[in-house]
């Protein structure tokens, strides 16, 4: 079997992906890959990739002869917005790289796009698969581009090119870098340290989420999925529950009944989160590829408060 590659694995997604993706594939048959190095040993190969050089990705593609690339190397929005270059050259670049070797080595592509390759334009409830993309935030406007992107691979390539328009995500193994829905991974974790938790956004902000096994899931049904169902291949529409602050908190105090949570709304932060759907459809990635999520709020944080007590106690 051809290898896979996992490009910004020591990310949010990355560090729960290799691991899944090693499960199912065997060690030595995923390669995980970051700018950085790892500071826990590696359980499989591992190689220091920057995706703004090619010849780092081409290098790695050919030397472990690699057949799909999970592309999760990129700025979330926050960060994007701060240092709007370095997005650009990071999330348009390194995909550009990433196709550019996929092309030449015949390699599958994943691209994770996102809530964010919407806009205030958008319908926010119910959210069309096909509908306005005027993303007003540089993170957005490389999520739309990044799609436009991988459809030209394909078409005029060939390129087999798979994506999902992910929500915020909420894992408990590795925090969040700098995006508009980490508030929502923050609140467990001051839940149970602190009993109390500082939110910047508004409590009424309603935005998609998703627990990281049904995520780890959903990237892995697609990339298995028959390509003559994928009709819409490579922007899914893609949410298993939304929620406000407000709500989470309420979810979060079922537990943990003491549990306070205040607001100091950050303006930067909560225009990015206005800007962004509600809730999405997700129906073309449930007619085409029977996507189906398995947490909804009440499952994810049990799960949540479960496994991050026992990590808490074991520390
Ligand atoms: N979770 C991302 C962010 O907040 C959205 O894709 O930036």
């Given amino acids: 079997m051809r290898r896979i590659l996992v490009t910004g694995a020591l990310g949010q997604i990355g560090s729960e992906l290799v691991p899944l993706l090693r499960t199912r594939f065997g060690d030595e048959c995923v ?33 472990h002869s690699v057949g799909t690339v999970y592309h999760l190397a990129a700025l979330l929005s926050v960060v994007a917005k701060q240092r709007p270059s370095a997005a650009w ?48 935030t540089i993170y957005g406007i490389t999520k739309v581009s990044g799609e436009l992107l991988c459809d030209y691979y394909h078409r005029r390539f060939a390129v087999d090119t798979r994506g999902l328009r992910l929500p915020g995500l909420i894992s408990y193994a590795a925090p969040p870098g700098g995006g508009t829905t980490d508030y929502a991974v923050e609140m467990f974790f001051h839940a149970l340290n ?41 922007a899914y529409n893609l949410t298993a529950m939304h929620f406000t602050p407000e709500r989470l908190a309420e979810e979060i105090r079922v537990h943990l ?20 759907p509600e809730w999405m459809d997700d129906s073309a990635a449930r007619e085409e590829w029977g996507w189906r999520p398995d947490y909804d709020l009440a499952a994810t944080t049990r799960d949540m408060l479960e496994r991050l007590d026992a990590r808490f106690r074991s520390a």
């Fill in 31 to 63: 390669v995980a890959s970051d700018v950085r190095h790892p500071e826990a040993p590696a359980t499989g190969p591992f190689e220091r990739v920057d995706c703004m050089q090619v010849q780092d990705i081409e290098r790695v593609v050919t030397r």
């Fill in 89 to 136: 050259d990071l999330n348009m670049g390194g995909l550009y790289h990433v196709l550019e070797v996929a092309r030449e080595c015949g390699c599958a592509v994943f691209f994770p796009s996102s809530i964010g390759a919407f806009g205030p334009s958008t319908p926010a409830q119910g959210t069309p698969q096909e509908t306005i993309q005027r993303p007003t």
């Fill in 194 to 234: 602190h009993g109390h938790y500082t939110c910047y956004l508004r409590p009424d902000t309603c935005l998609d989420m998703m627990y990281m096994p049904d995520a780890l899931r959903a990237m892995v049904e697609l990339m298995a999925a028959d390509a003559a169902h994928l009709v819409h291949r490579n």
């Fill in 257 to 276: 009944p003491d549990f306070r949570v205040d607001y100091r709304v950050d303006p930067e932060r909560q225009e990015i989160a206005d800007s962004w």
